[in-house]
């Protein structure tokens, strides 16, 4: 462990966590600026946070490295250790706000926020006050697209200090399409596009007669496919059409892939006809759309047409790109129904988005490599490859697909094991596990019911929170700090 401080450069590693919580200061100053507008007596709590993040920042970067340089180790190292440390400083507010939240649910709540997952270990949203409420879905917001690829944005000089590794360590996919030349300009490429993407919603929402602050709140969520509501009730609180019609768009777009949605508004439709990925996403989500509605009209369950058009085309979006809104009948749908939202919970969003799950890149990769493997066994001289939009695609990729997939599900057995262990119900402990690692968190159990957190033990909390950092960066990039392969030369 000494040893790998020779050559793992920890000084600079500091230093740019330095110029980071800089950052999360800046934006922490929002719900600071909230508590002022509605006259909270939080507010003195949220200065604390700002002033421990400042001055955090100050110390770290006054640090002076030998070398600036960043290669694959310090880039995956940094990449871990910067969710944690902002989920660690992000939760100093509820420490000091007198909101009686332990350590461990304060902690809880905020890495669920950076990761967007969604799950909750406060007993209530409606006791927050507004000043929280919109901290939960700033850190949201930021976390769907990226702390790092916000840094690379902002900071261009750290496009010569490992930022390819960095950009590759925290961004999700198979692969990692540069829109830009630098990696810095491709980074304020996608933020540019998630900025205007967020301040569209947020002003549909608006103009749909939600108020203000509401409005505000579900766009910074809602773009990061994060979920966090404003109010118990959730968007059922609203029970419009419109309004949920507007989250079907904004929770597509926001697990699509990023790259896709830049080359449609540069006019390159091609490159959407073309995607293997997204054409398969589309057809999930319809397909699944389809189901549903006929559950629900076998049932008799439906009294419009909304309740079999818009509601199952929501919830279908809603799990699938990890948002986790759910509808408030949705148990009564059927059995099929039910395990049809696991699955969509596992499969998730397109790579490259802000979406959580296994991605359906993966699962579109491994389908086609099962079709080739059975073709293989009726022609075993055939050379077969797996095309993925139009072209062949290298056999480590296809590996490295199946590994993931492998892992994932590896996770959630051996996480839901110790929450079994802990004394959790079979059926609790394995959707908890999922929902952590596709961060997605629906908030109740598949009979409908809501789940208390907050009554977990604190070492599930901890476990679940550790999955949800896995889940949130791919598995690699924080499992990977565990073996010896990464401390060796």
Known sequence: MFKSRKYINIIMLLRVIGWLLLIESMFMCIPVITSILYGEECL???????????????????????SREMRRREAMMLTAMVWVVFSLLGMVPYLVSGIHVTVTNAFFDTISSFTTTGLSALPSIDALPKSFIIWRCVMQWIGGMGIILFTLAVLPMLNYQGGMQMFNAEVTGITHDKLRPRVSSTAKALWLIYITLTVVLMTLLWLADMPAFDAVCYGLSTMSTGGFATSDAGIQAYNSVSIKSIFC???????????????????????????????????????????????????????????????PLFQAISVISSTGLVEPDFAAWGAPVLCLLVILMFIGGCAGSTSGGAKIDRIVICFKNIRNE??????????????????????????KAIVFLILYVMVILGSALILLLLGLPVDQSFFSSLEAISNTGLGVDLAGQPTDISSFPALGKWTLAFVMLVGRLELYTVLIIFTTTFWKR
């Not at 700002?50 to 490295?65: A, E, I, K, N, T």
């Not at 073709?375 to 296809?398: C, D, K, S």
Request: hydrophobic residues 55%.
């Open 374 to 399: 059975f073709f293989r066994i009726m022609h075993p001289n055939a050379v077969l490859t797996v095309r993925i939009n139009g072209q062949g695609t290298p056999e480590v990729i296809v590996q």
């Open 44 to 66: 003195q709590a949220f200065l604390i946070g700002v002033g421990v993040c400042l001055g955090s920042g100050l110390m770290l970067m006054s640090l002076r490295p030998r």
């Open 249 to 311: 768009v904004f929770m597509l777009l926001g697990s699509i892939n990023f790259s896709l949605v830049f080359q449609a508004v540069t006019g390159n439709f091609k490159a959407l006809r073309r995607n293997t990925a997204l054409k398969a996403f589309m057809g999930v989500i319809l397909v699944s759309t389809v189901i549903m509605a006929v559950s629900i009209w076998r049932r008799g369950l439906f009294q419009n047409i909304e309740d079999i058009t818009i509601d």
